[in-house]
């Protein structure tokens, strides 16, 4: 069988630069070529059902040479070679033969490029303005057969951590349905095409190309199943592009459309808290207690915000109120008896003029100084217990706790520990 390959004077032919001009013999040559290189695609086409690799390697001189590359029929011969590739590896693949799955994906890679390259010059104006396509029917009768091979080309690729060609293949696919639907061949696609445009904002996510990821987000939330991450990626996008202004926004909608999301909810807590915005902060937490008041982080918060602005009282309130809702909420448990504590002292300093003569006065402060440590002794107890390894929750407080309230025992035990933990106190 006569081999598809050009000689080596085709592959070596002279170049003539784009506007250059040309003598009568280098006019003469061009043509020359020109007949060659399309004489030998002519020739390839013929060959396609028997050896349809060595077509799409014999006429890749014509695909790279300007003097024949725009011509649709260049194109329409390697979309055919390249489509009886993938034909060939898949039937192997059908009947359990071996088969070439690394080439199989290279050539539905390729086909895809070709096919949108072919239908640009087919649709290219001629030299009187006006276009007349010749392959439509082709190209959708080749989309119709391998459009599905693109989403398991781009799977493939993406599972080999080639992400820009993974994201190129779901977009080819997500194209082609497009093109299918259009053309009456397939209905309109509301899963597949939805779940491409994941894998691509996915892709993007991969290559830290965020304007990848906000061009696909949107239609990946139209899958229901992948909503709510692909809402993530809209958000972690846009603060990576740092648009904070766009990002507080998608993040106030999220906790809208995926409120058991607590990205959204501990994003605005941070960002508010760590900038200050004590107004802000205290609106966002009355929100989020109306939509959802079981949830113990959002009536924390509302301490939290209390305990910064030193109103340990309010702050108490409502450290109590998340203990109600979660008895063992570990933050809650730390700041209610960190706010007896601060009062605690507080309250000693005011009273450190007092005449320590007046016993009787002395006697009423140390009993309200008693009940502050009392208060917060069986919170710091219970977080000792639940909590025991996290001693920076408890242990400096409740060994304070348990010298104030004269508990020699307990005292000298939580010292052993911390000399034990951090070295000798001094």
């Given at each position: 069988?006569?081999?598809?390959?050009?000689?080596?004077?085709?592959?070596?032919?002279?170049?003539?630069?784009?506007?250059?001009?040309?003598?009568?013999?280098?006019?003469?040559?061009q043509?020359?070529?020109?007949?060659?290189?399309m004489?030998m695609?002519?020739?390839?086409?013929?060959?396609?059902?028997?050896?349809?690799?060595?077509?799409?390697?014999?006429?890749?001189?014509?695909?790279?040479n300007?003097?024949?590359?725009t011509?649709?029929?260049?194109?329409?011969?390697s979309v055919?070679?390249?489509?009886?590739?993938?034909?060939?590896?898949?039937?192997k693949?059908?009947?359990?033969?071996?088969f070439?799955?690394?080439?199989?994906?290279?050539?539905?890679?390729?086909?895809g490029?070709?096919?949108?390259?072919?239908?640009?010059?087919?649709?290219?104006?001629?030299?009187?303005?006006r276009?007349?396509?010749k392959?439509?029917?082709?190209?959708t009768?080749?989309?119709?057969?391998?459009?599905?091979?693109?989403?398991?080309?781009?799977?493939?690729?993406?599972?080999?951590?080639?992400?820009?060609k993974a994201?190129?293949?779901?977009?080819m696919?997500?194209?082609?349905?497009?093109?299918?639907?259009?053309?009456?061949?397939?209905?309109?696609?509301?899963t597949?095409?939805?779940?491409?445009?994941?894998?691509?904002?996915?892709?993007?996510?991969?290559?830290?190309?965020y304007?990848?990821?906000?061009?696909?987000v949107?239609?990946a939330?139209?899958?229901?199943?992948?909503?709510?991450?692909?809402?993530r990626?809209?958000?972690?996008?846009?603060?990576?592009?740092?648009?904070?202004?766009?990002?507080?926004?998608?993040?106030?909608?999220?906790?809208?459309?995926?409120?058991?999301?607590i990205?959204?909810?501990?994003?605005?807590?941070?960002?508010?808290?760590?900038?200050?915005?004590?107004?802000?902060?205290?609106?966002?937490?009355?929100?989020?207690?109306?939509?959802?008041?079981s949830?113990?982080?959002?009536?924390?918060?509302?301490g939290?915000?209390?305990?910064q602005?030193?109103?340990?009282?309010?702050?108490?309130?409502?450290?109590?109120?998340?203990l109600?809702?979660?008895p063992?909420?570990?933050?809650?448990?730390s700041?209610?008896?960190?706010?007896?504590?601060r009062?605690?002292?507080?309250?000693?300093?005011?009273?450190s003029?007092?005449n320590?003569?007046?016993?009787?006065?002395?006697?009423e402060?140390?009993?309200?100084?008693?009940?502050?440590?009392?208060?917060?002794l069986p919170?710091?107890?219970?977080?000792?217990?639940i909590?025991?390894?996290?001693?920076?929750?408890?242990?400096?407080?409740?060994?304070?706790?348990?010298y104030?309230?004269?508990?020699?025992?307990?005292?000298?035990?939580?010292?052993?520990?911390?000399?034990?933990?951090?070295?000798?106190?001094?």
């Amino acid at each position: 069988m006569k081999k598809l390959v050009l000689s080596l004077a085709f592959v070596l032919f002279s170049s003539f630069a784009i506007g250059q001009v040309l003598t009568k013999e280098q006019i003469k040559e061009q043509k020359k070529q020109k007949k060659a290189l399309m004489n030998m695609v002519i020739d390839a086409e013929a060959k396609i059902s028997v050896d349809p690799i060595g077509v799409a390697n014999a006429i890749k001189p014509a695909i790279a040479n300007p003097l024949v590359n725009t011509d649709p029929y260049v194109w329409f011969v390697s979309v055919s070679a390249k489509n009886g590739v993938i034909n060939n590896e898949n039937r192997k693949r059908a009947e359990g033969a071996n088969f070439n799955e690394s080439m199989l994906y290279t050539y539905v890679y390729e086909l895809g490029k070709d096919i949108a390259t072919l239908e640009k010059y087919d649709n290219a104006p001629d030299e009187k303005g006006r276009v007349k396509p010749k392959h439509t029917e082709f190209i959708t009768t080749t989309l119709a057969t391998q459009f599905t091979q693109f989403f398991n080309a781009g799977a493939y690729y993406y599972n080999a951590s080639e992400f820009e060609k993974a994201y190129d293949l779901f977009g080819m696919f997500n194209d082609a349905s497009d093109k299918l639907y259009k053309a009456n061949v397939i209905g309109k696609d509301t899963t597949n095409v939805p779940l491409a445009s994941y894998y691509r904002s996915l892709c993007g996510m991969q290559l830290k190309d965020y304007d990848k990821v906000l061009a696909n987000v949107d239609g990946a939330m139209q899958h229901p199943d992948y909503a709510k991450d692909a809402f993530r990626f809209k958000a972690d996008a846009v603060n990576q592009k740092g648009d904070t202004i766009a990002w507080l926004d998608i993040c106030k909608e999220g906790l809208t459309k995926f409120p058991d999301d607590i990205y959204y909810s501990q994003s605005l807590i941070y960002y508010y808290d760590s900038n200050n915005k004590s107004e802000e902060l205290d609106k966002l937490a009355d929100n989020l207690i109306a939509s959802d008041p079981s949830n113990p982080l959002f009536v924390y918060l509302k301490g939290y915000i209390a305990g910064q602005k030193e109103d340990y009282d309010t702050a108490i309130k409502w450290y109590e109120k998340t203990l109600e809702v979660d008895p063992n909420y570990k933050n809650a448990l730390s700041n209610i008896s960190s706010c007896y504590m601060r009062k605690a002292q507080k309250y000693n300093q005011e009273q450190s003029s007092t005449n320590i003569n007046n016993k009787r006065k002395t006697a009423e402060d140390n009993k309200i100084l008693d009940g502050f440590f009392r208060s917060a002794l069986p919170h710091l107890e219970k977080l000792r217990e639940i909590a025991s390894e996290e001693h920076d929750l408890w242990l400096v407080n409740l060994t304070n706790c348990y010298y104030n309230l004269n508990m020699e025992s307990q005292y000298k035990e939580l010292m052993k520990l911390q000399e034990s933990l951090y070295g000798e106190m001094e």
